[in-house]
C-alpha cells in the first residue's frame, strides 16, 4: 500500500521495513496504538532475506555475552507460539519454524578443546547442551566428514525461512491495519528537540507521536538525526549460499550443523523443502554487497571439508546481506536521548532470532512509556560517557 503523507500524522512511525521494523509495526497495532505506519522502499527487503534463519542462542554463544544470551533465549523461547500467532494472522502463511536442534562440531583436537571450553561454560550456566564424540556425531548426521573429533548437541537451537517470515509480517501488517508506505525516509523531523516525523524521498512529510528508527546498517546515518543521538552502526558483509538437496539425496542432514573451518565459522541449514543453506563470511567492507568469487570459494570449501557430500548438489543462489553491527555486537533497544526516537537496530547476526523479543519489548514501551527489564541492558544511551550504565556485552 502506498498512500499520499502530505499533511498526515501517525501515532508509531517506524522507519525500516525489515524484519524487526515490520514485527514491531505488527506488535504496535496489536497492542492498539494508533495509525501505526512503516516506510520503507520495500517492506520485506534488509539483510533477513539473505539469513539463513538459524534460532541458535545456546551454539552461537561467545564468553561475555550473558546479557545477550538472555535477550536471545527469551526469544527463542517465545519463537513457537509467535510463529503460530503470525502464521494466523498473516492468513495462513507459513514461517518455515522448525523444531531440529543444532549440532556444532569440531574438525581437529584444537577446535575439539574450545567446544569443551564452550561446553563446561554451558554447564556453569545451567544451558542444555550435550557432548558428542566424533562417532556419536555422525550417528546423528551420517554425512558429517569421517574426521570429525566431538561436538555439542544442543536441541533447543532450532531454525526458521527467514522470507517466509518476512512474507508472513508483511501480510499480517497489512491485515491489522498497519500502512505501509513504500517510499524512503529522506530526513528525520526534529521539532523542539523532539523527533516529530520524517520527510519521504517522495517530497511528503508524515507527522508521528513516536517514531521508531529500524533501518539496520542505514539507521545512524539518516538525515536529521541529531549528532551523538545513536551510536554508529555498521554494516557487516556476509555471503551465503542456497544449495539443493534431490530427492534422492534426502535426508541430506537433519539439523543445523554449525563449525569453525580454518578458524572461520561455518553453518549449514537444512530446510524441509530440500534447500540447504550455507554461511555465512564476516567482511568488513562497508556498504558493499557484491557476491564474490573467493566468497563462494571459501564457503564451498569450508563446507565440503565439513560435509564431503555437499558439492554433488547444484548450487542454486548465492547472494550477500549487511548485518547492523554496534559498538558491542548487541542491540540497540528503546528509547535514545532524543525524545520521541526509539531505537530497534544494531542486531548484528541475531535479527532473526531477537525478532520475537525486540517486537515485544518495542511494543510494551510505546504503549506503556516503560523500558521492559529485559531491554534495560541494551539501551541505546549506553555508550554515553555521562550515562552510569553496564554495557550489554560485559
Known amino acids: 500500500m502506498s498512500r499520499s503523507s502530505s499533511g498526515s500524522r501517525a501515532g508509531v512511525l517506524v522507519i525500516g521495513g525489515g524484519v524487526i521494523g515490520l514485527a514491531v509495526a505488527w506488535r504496535a497495532a496489536q497492542r492498539g496504538l494508533r495509525n501505526v505506519t512503516v516506510v520503507d522502499p520495500c517492506h520485506g527487503g534488509g539483510a533477513a532475506g539473505v539469513a ?69 561454560f554451558h554447564q556453569r550456566l545451567g544451558l542444555e547442551s550435550s557432548w558428542l564424540t566424533g562417532r556419536e556425531a555422525r550417528r546423528l548426521e551420517p554425512m558429517l566428514a569421517p574426521g570429525v573429533r566431538g561436538g555439542l548437541h544442543v536441541a533447543d537451537d532450532h531454525q526458521v525461512d527467514p522470507r517466509r517470515l518476512l512474507a508472513a509480517l508483511v501480510a499480517a501488517c497489512e491485515r491489522a491495519g498497519v500502512l505501509l508506505h513504500r517510499a524512503e525516509a529522506a530526513e528525520l523531523l526534529v521539532d523542539g528537540g523532539r523527533a516529530t516525523g520524517a520527510r519521504l524521498s517522495t517530497g511528503d512529510s508524515l507527522g508521528a507521536d513516536q517514531v521508531v528508527l529500524a533501518a539496520g546498517p542505514h539507521s545512524h546515518r539518516l538525515p536529521g538525526l541529531p549528532e551523538g543521538v545513536l551510536p554508529p552502526v555498521r554494516p557487516v558483509k556476509g555471503q551465503v549460499l542456497r544449495l539443493q538437496v534431490p530427492d534422492a539425496y534426502r535426508p541430506f542432514l537433519s539439523r543445523n550443523v554449525r563449525a569453525v573451518v580454518r578458524g572461520q565459522h561455518l553453518y549449514l541449514v537444512p530446510r524441509e523443502n530440500g534447500e540447504l543453506v550455507v554461511g555465512a563470511t564476516t567482511e568488513e567492507q562497508g556498504y558493499d554487497t557484491t557476491v564474490t568469487a573467493g566468497g563462494v570459494y571459501e564457503l564451498l570449501r569450508d563446507a565440503h571439508e565439513l560435509v564431503p557430500g555437499i558439492t554433488e548438489l547444484p548450487l542454486r543462489e548465492t547472494s550477500a546481506g549487511l548485518r547492523p553491527g554496534s559498538p558491542d555486537n548487541a542491540p540497540l533497544l528503546g528509547p535514545t536521548s532524543l525524545p520521541g526516537l526509539v531505537a530497534a537496530t544494531g542486531h548484528y547476526r541475531n535479527g532473526v532470532l531477537l525478532t520475537p523479543v525486540t517486537a515485544d519489548l518495542l511494543a510494551d514501551y510505546l504503549a506503556t512509556g516503560e523500558v521492559p527489564d529485559l531491554a534495560k541492558p541494551f539501551t541505546p544511551t549506553r555508550f554515553s560517557p555521562d550515562v552510569p550504565t553496564t554495557k550489554a556485552s560485559a
Open 52 to 120: 539463513a534463519g538459524m534460532l541458535a542462542p545456546v551454539t552461537e554463544l561467545q564468553y561475555g555475552e550473558e546479557p545477550l544470551l538472555r535477550l536471545g533465549t527469551a526469544s527463542n523461547q517465545r519463537y513457537g507460539s509467535f510463529a503460530a500467532e503470525l502464521t494466523e494472522a498473516s492468513g495462513g502463511l507459513d514461517t518455515g519454524y522448525r523444531r531440529c536442534g543444532t549440532i556444532a562440531v569440531a574438525l581437529d583436537s584444537d577446535d575439539r578443546e574450545e567446544l569443551r571450553e564452550l561446553h563446561a
